[in-house]
């Protein structure tokens, strides 16, 4: 079946423009995640929903990284005022109910650059 | 906080060599662990997991078993081929059923296998 989806696969931004990260889980996944992996290094977590609720947004670095997920299926991460900072992949990984010892199933991801 | 350190890298092994890749961890309850891989131009994969102690979880000819007294969960492989160059990538999540269970990861360790 198909798997977790994001688009853009790539995505070029200026300094200070907004951006948009599309995540399509796996059909029927409870739960979704996204994860920031900067160049060298594991991913971090960012947030955390389930379903249409976002449970846990500890991680996201500063006010202008906004998730959200209205219908409790696509989300969308959006990153406002774009920094040099925010250049690294983002992750989207959905399971599915999020449990303990349960399975992320990960996106390819996007690779953000901002110049 | 919940951390999980893996070796210093990168590693280069002839084809056929043995192959450990050690991980500790550090953890406030009690965690399942994972470890898992991304291939050149690909997304993470789960390889492996271990949801409880003296668990041993494998796959791919790949095994790892979950040391609580030490705190450790090493990937290791009697003979590696060239196709499991790749990025390794250990992890841990701490949490119940319902309730974030955000994985940590590890920094990764690259493994490149010679012909």
């Known amino acids: 079946g198909a798997g977790v989806s994001q688009s853009p696969r790539y995505k070029v931004a200026k300094r200070g423009q907004d951006v948009a990260l599309r995540c399509d889980p796996i059909s029927g996944h409870v739960s979704l995640f996204w994860y920031q992996q900067a160049l060298g290094q594991g991913p971090e977590f960012l947030t955390y929903f389930q379903n249409e609720a976002q449970l846990d947004k500890s991680g996201l670095p500063s006010d202008r990284f906004f998730a959200e997920r209205p219908e409790g299926s ?7 005022r774009t920094q ?22 990960f996106g390819p991801g996007t690779r953000l650059l901002v110049l | 906080g919940d951390s999980v350190t893996q070796m210093e890298g990168p590693v280069t092994l002839s084809e056929e060599a043995c192959l450990t890749i050690n991980c500790t961890y550090t953890a406030t309850g009690y965690p399942s662990l994972f470890w898992y891989v991304q291939y050149p131009g690909e997304g993470l994969q789960l ?5 409880k102690a003296d668990d041993k979880g494998s796959n791919k000819g790949f095994e ?3 040391r609580k007294e030490t705190t450790s ?13 790749a990025v390794y990538f250990c992890a841990l999540i701490i949490g119940i059923s319902g309730a974030n269970s955000k994985l940590t990861f590890g920094k ?6 010679r012909p």
Do not use: M, W
Not at chain 1, 74 to 80: E, H, P, R
Not at chain 2, 47 to 51: H, I, R, S
Not at chain 2, 108 to 113: A, E, N, P, R, W
């Open chain 1, 74 to 80: 696509v989300s969308t991460l959006k990153i406002q």
């Open chain 1, 84 to 105: 040099q900072e925010d250049s690294a992949v983002y992750l989207c990984a959905s399971s599915t109910r999020g449990g303990n010892g349960e399975t992320q199933y």
């Open chain 2, 47 to 51: 390889l492996l997991k271990a949801t």
């Open chain 2, 64 to 66: 790892a078993t979950y």
């Open chain 2, 73 to 85: 969960f090493h990937l290791e492989k009697g003979s590696v081929q060239v196709s499991d160059s």
């Open chain 2, 108 to 113: 990764g360790i690259t493994l490149s296998v």
